[in-house]
Nanobody, 121 residues
Framework: QARLVESGGGLVQAGGSLRLSCATSGPFSTYTIGWFRQAPGKEREFVAAISWSGGRTDYADSVKGRFTISRDNAKNTVYLQMNSLKPTDTAVYYC???????????????WGQGTQVTVSS
C-alpha cells in the first residue's frame, strides 16, 4: 500500500532547527517528493521538492537558504532540514509524491497526513 508518513514536527523557539522526515512505502524511490505547509486560515503552499535521484531541488523563496531537502532512497525517506526557524514557519507540514517525471511537478498524487511545526517567538 502506498503511504507517506511525516514525523519530526514539534515546538521550537525562533532561530532553532527541526528536521522533518517523510517515510515512504510503495514505489516512491522513482517519484519526486515535495514538502508543503498550511498555516491556520491560509492556503497550502509549496515549500520544497526533490527529484527521484536527488539531483534536482526546488525551494520556495521564503525558505531558501534556511531549509534543505534531501532523500535517502535506501531508507525510503525524504528529509526537510529547517534552520533559522521563524514564527511565520508555523504550520502543518505535508509531504507529497509525484510520479510523472516532470520537475518540478504541477500536481502531486499522494499525500501524507501532516506534522505540526510550531515556532514560538
Amino acid at each position: 500500500q502506498a503511504r507517506l508518513v511525516e514525523s519530526g514536527g514539534g515546538l521550537v523557539q525562533a532561530g532553532g532547527s527541526l528536521r522533518l522526515s517523510c517515510a515512504t512505502s510503495g514505489p516512491f524511490s522513482t517519484y519526486t517528493i515535495g514538502w508543503f505547509r498550511q498555516a491556520p486560515g491560509k492556503e497550502r503552499e509549496f515549500v520544497a521538492a526533490i527529484s527521484w535521484s536527488g539531483g534536482r531541488t526546488d525551494y520556495a523563496d521564503s525558505v531558501k537558504g534556511r531549509f534543505t531537502i534531501s532523500r535517502d532512497n535506501a531508507k525510503n525517506t525524504v528529509y526537510l532540514q529547517m534552520n533559522s526557524l521563524k514564527p511565520t514557519d508555523t504550520a502543518v507540514y505535508y509531504c507529497a509524491a509525484n510520479g510523472d517525471g516532470h520537475f518540478p511537478p504541477d500536481e502531486y498524487d499522494y499525500w501524507g497526513q501532516g506534522t505540526q511545526v510550531t515556532v514560538s517567538s
